[in-house]
């Protein structure tokens, strides 16, 4: 398709308008896939049952949302894909094809894939991470620990204390359900 808008008509705003919220939306899919999927449903477990009010009430809205961990990764995939094929579609009418390619791409990597990823943010703050890093590395060893308290632990223990694995089934059943 040829470039039909035109700078400073109304039509060339509205596609403007629609590309960067597409760039923006699919940063946005792109974010929330690397950190909703890296959380723990053991932790967010404990947490909602013995975390402090505030860590209770977000783990609550959260635990469903991840529980369904393969329903959560297509949706988010989906919709990211969607945003990324879209947005050559409005910058056909504003450049050529190859331009809105070039564009297209370029935005996508940057703005809906390394920035909000990665990149940006060791840079900002590179300079004040790596020496606290350092100095916790000195202090605290290389290892990294998950502590609980004493109520967490508790939940943790009662949750998978009362399973028990059978290799007859290849999983955990629970102590009622082993015991007949």
């Excluded at 028990?164 to 059943?173: A, E, M, N, Q, T």
């Amino acid at each position: 398709m040829a470039v039909e808008y035109r700078c400073c008509e109304t039509d060339f705003f509205i596609h403007i308008l629609i590309i960067v919220l597409l760039v923006v939306f699919a940063g946005l899919m792109s974010g929330l896939t690397l950190g909703l999927m890296s959380m723990s449903l053991v932790d967010l477990e404990v947490l909602a049952k013995s975390g402090t009010p505030k860590d209770r009430q977000h783990a609550a809205k959260i635990l469903p949302v991840v529980k369904r961990q393969h329903l959560l990764l297509c949706t988010l995939l989906i919709c990211n894909a969607a945003a990324m094929e879209a947005l050559p579609i409005f910058l056909d009418s504003l450049v050529t094809a190859w331009g809105a390619i070039l564009i297209s791409v370029t935005l996508i990597l940057l703005f809906g894939e390394i920035i909000p990823q990665s990149v940006f943010l060791v840079w900002i703050c590179f300079p004040v991470a790596y020496p606290i890093s350092k100095l916790l590395d000195f202090l605290l060893g290389h290892g990294h620990v998950a502590l609980f308290r004493r109520a967490e632990l508790k939940t943790l223990v009662n949750l998978h204390g009362n399973e028990i694995y059978d290799p007859s089934v290849g999983r955990l059943l629970g102590w009622k359900r082993w015991r007949n």
